[in-house]
């Protein structure tokens, strides 16, 4: 293993897995720490999700340097710090606190940070990031519930983050290639600042950053960035060839389900072109939940009596005008907690009922499906929609699985996804 990366989010993770995975590097994703027993003999990176991008900033540095011991141990020697690509944070943290905590934890001396992912809108210019061609703090982020973003200038922002000094790397020297960038990275050094904003544009600027950080240590930002290491890593001898993702994933032989616990309209979409294309399907209603009317055992009874041609489907997705009305009667979080709790337990069930191939709607219900099936890693395999690969477990019962963040894949993800299996 050569690249070990600790992600401050679930599909954020999977976002830089299957970035890495694309570019030629075989990726294993954890999804708790520590994962047990993996072999790693085949990964040339592992990717640990944490949940760490609004909990107390001690916290999240806790957890990172745990995870940065445990990548150590397991023999990685550079290191990708992940978050999200509009540098989601408060004045507190966290992630200033986390890149000083882990290049002092590391030995680096020098990083750089850069969320550009132009691929999806976010492009640095001038050390301000901007979000489909507006300032970050005019776009949409300027009101997030946890992470308002009032301030485009990245120096800025990370500079009232952390006590270490930040400087910037700016568009010129990027354009100018990697030998450019590489004698900005010592020029920002030298000068004592020690963690540089990276100003980029295009997709031909990222792959010139990966070419120039190939050698650092650490290296912190969005999954854009990471475009061009695993090129960079070969070229600099670090690894010996890349690999090209699989076209398809050897899944373990069994019955597929889809379990859709998301309520965002291309889940729903996705559930109407499946009911409508004749796949079963059995609606999880929550006042019969909370009525002790619905039960997991129905659900899975109902699964096994199906005839097995089309991926079965248990669904929870529901119009926003519905879903209110149930939240109103038992409460928001209640409501979500049981349906995420029926859900889970059917999920945990599906091994011993001989079901192997598994879909998930939902990032939250997509969480509590993979901790019920007790999966602490997963290899990634090829991606069905942009942002959503198959994976298959290497802990836990073996199953493959696509955990769809609810607002993901085209109408037709629940039909599709089947032909990327073996
Ligand atoms: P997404 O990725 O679309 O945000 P999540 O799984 O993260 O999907 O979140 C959906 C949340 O809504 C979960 O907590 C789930 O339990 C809850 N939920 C699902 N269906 C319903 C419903 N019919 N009524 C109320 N809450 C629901």
Redesign the pocket.
């Known amino acids: 293993m050569l690249l070990g990366c600790i992600a401050d989010d679930l599909?954020g993770a999977t976002d830089l897995s299957l970035m890495l995975s694309r570019e030629g590097l075989r990726t294993v994703q954890t999804t708790s720490l520590p994962p047990g027993d993996l072999d790693l003999a085949e990964a040339d990176a592992v990717v640990v999700a944490l949940k760490s991008r609004t909990i107390p900033a001690a916290e999240a540095v806790a957890q990172s340097l745990a995870a940065a011991d445990w990548l150590l141990a397991a023999g990685a020697r550079r290191f990708f710090f992940k978050y999200c690509s509009t540098f989601d944070s408060t004045d507190e943290g966290n992630i200033g606190p986390v890149a000083a905590a882990l290049m002092q934890r590391l030995g680096a001396r020098f990083t750089i940070a850069c969320p550009a992912f132009p691929a999806t809108g976010r492009a640095i210019y001038q050390g301000h990031l901007f979000v489909n061609g507006v300032p970050l703090n005019e776009s949409g982020m300027r009101d997030h519930p946890l992470t308002p973003m009032r301030d485009s200038d990245l120096r800025r922002v990370l500079q009232r983050q952390t006590a270490v000094k930040v400087g910037h790397v700016a568009y010129a020297d990027v354009d100018a290639g990697p030998a450019a960038i590489a004698h900005a990275f010592e020029r920002e050094q030298k000068a004592g600042r020690a963690i540089a904003i990276v100003d980029a544009l295009t997709d031909a600027h990222l792959r010139a950053i990966g070419g120039a950080a190939a050698s650092l240590t650490l290296v912190t930002g969005g999954s854009g960035v990471a475009i061009g290491l695993p090129a960079a890593y070969c070229d600099a001898g670090l690894i010996g060839a890349l690999t090209p993702p699989p076209p398809a994933i050897a899944a373990p032989q069994g019955r597929a389900v889809i379990l859709a616990?998301?309520?965002?309209a291309?889940?729903r979409g996705q559930v109407e072109v499946a009911i409508k294309a004749g796949n079963p399907a059995f609606r999880?209603?929550?006042i019969a939940i909370a009525e002790g009317r619905l039960t997991p055992a129905q659900a899975i009874d109902w699964l096994d009596g199906q005839p097995g041609e089309a991926a079965p489907l248990v669904?929870?997705?529901?119009d926003p005008d519905?879903?209110r009305l149930?939240?109103d009667r038992?409460g928001?979080d209640h409501?979500?907690?049981?349906?995420?709790e029926l859900?889970a337990s059917v999920a945990a069930a599906l091994p011993a009922h001989g079901f192997t191939r598994i879909l998930v709607?939902?990032?939250?219900?997509?969480?509590?499906v993979v901790n019920a099936l007790g999966v602490k890693a997963l290899s990634i395999g090829p991606e069905i929609d942009p942002g959503v690969p198959w994976t298959r477990s290497l802990s836990g019962p073996d199953v493959a699985l696509a955990l769809?963040?609810?607002?993901f894949g085209a109408p037709d993800f629940f039909l599709k996804a089947w032909r990327y299996l073996r």
């Open positions: 599909t616990g998301s309520c965002s291309a889940t999880i209603d929550p669904y929870s997705s529901d519905s879903v149930v939240q038992l928001r409501a979500g907690r049981i349906v995420e859900l709607a939902g990032g939250e219900t997509s969480g509590a769809k963040s609810g607002n």
